[in-house]
């Protein structure tokens, strides 16, 4: 019922990734890509069997949605949990993103990042099958009042540290050098151990492909992790991260952290998180530490630089604002709800 296919690039009799009987157009397409790029060994799932798996894709076994479509939970024949990201066909993610979160994922190995099982794909379905995470997404436990409190420090800090791991292998040690742009807590996934592994490569490049992406000066990205001024009018304005600065600077970080951890014995080393975050975000790239050095220095005593200003405008600029329209394209930009998945 799981079929391994395995490609080599340059041989003359090539196996396609997606070549079926009674297969379509659009699946010769996407095949056809993927064998130019890179060769892949994957599974791939038949979809009755991803339908069996999770009962016909079942309200109750539905565990997120997104820009992208639906994620299920699903059980194989032989007991093994899974989870099943189903791409929508309204979705304004499809065939790319698909093309892309498998070429990426099937060559990294990480204990955090998640790992891709395989995929299916029959007619307009796309299907990515991952391993099932327990605790599903950060998200769920920080923006629910009761499940929050039971991240305690400890829990948060490993947390933190794991995702800086994780990137530190992306940026740097990994087969191939990817920067993720959309990292956010609904795409770190939690095990059973409540450790973190980061998830939702759709929209992931490699450093190469970020260079001409940069070029363009495309905006990719959350709303929600990005100003509204940014956009939608392209303007920069006084916006959270310089209320955050202003904090720190006059005294005030502890306001920036979680009520429930502010009068506990982690202070000091939340306060160097928050320190830490605000370097990683500031204007110019040669100000900020790489990730190698910030995981380092998180766990070190190290005295840090202080972080600088922010720069922001206070009043919009119409010019400006659609000067910026004029050279920018804004999509793709997707959406996530706020519950786990």
Not at 52 to 62: E, G, L, Q
Not at 216 to 226: K, Q
Request: aromatic share 8%; hydrophobic share 35%; charged share 25%.
């Amino acid at each position: 019922m799981i079929h391994v296919l395995k490609f080599s690039i340059g041989r003359k009799t090539k196996l396609n990734l997606f070549k079926l009987e009674n297969e379509n157009v659009s699946r010769d397409t996407l095949q056809e890509e993927v064998l130019t790029q890179e060769s892949v060994e994957l599974p791939i799932y038949e979809f009755k069997q991803i339908i069996a798996s999770t009962d016909n894709f079942s309200y109750r076994n539905k565990l997120g949605q997104g820009g992208f479509g639906t994620v299920y939970k699903g059980m194989l024949d032989h007991g093994q949990q899974i989870a099943v990201k189903r791409l929508s066909g309204h979705s304004g993610q499809g065939s790319k993103e698909f093309k892309n979160e498998i070429m990426l994922i099937s060559k990294l190995q990480h204990r955090n990042l998640v790992k891709l099982l395989g995929y299916c794909i029959e007619g307009k379905e796309r299907l990515l099958i991952y391993e099932y995470m327990t605790n599903k997404s950060l998200d769920a436990f920080l923006f629910d009042p009761k499940k929050r409190r039971q991240l305690d420090w400890e829990t948060r800090f490993n947390i933190i540290l794991g995702i800086g791991r994780g990137l530190i292998y992306l940026h740097r040690d990994s087969c191939l050098r990817i920067i993720h742009r959309d990292l956010k807590c609904s795409n770190i996934l939690l095990d059973e151990k409540m450790n973190p592994k980061i998830s939702d490569f759709g929209l992931a490049r490699t450093f190469q492909m970020a260079q001409e992406l940069a070029n363009t000066r495309r905006v990719v990205g959350t709303y929600g992790y990005m100003s509204p001024e940014y956009v939608m009018r392209g303007v920069f304005s006084e916006n959270q991260m310089y209320l955050a600065w202003k904090s720190w600077n006059e005294g005030r970080g502890i306001e920036l952290m979680d009520q429930a951890l502010a009068e506990t014995s982690c202070l000091s080393q939340g306060l160097r998180c928050i320190h830490m975050g605000l370097l990683c975000v500031q204007d110019q790239a040669k100000d900020r530490p790489t990730m190698a050095e910030a995981v380092s220095l998180l766990c070190s005593e190290t005295d840090l630089p202080e972080p600088k200003e922010p720069l922001f405008m206070l009043q919009r600029s119409s010019s400006v604002g659609q000067d910026f329209k004029n050279m920018c394209s804004f999509a793709p930009i997707t959406t996530s709800m706020t519950h786990g998945r």
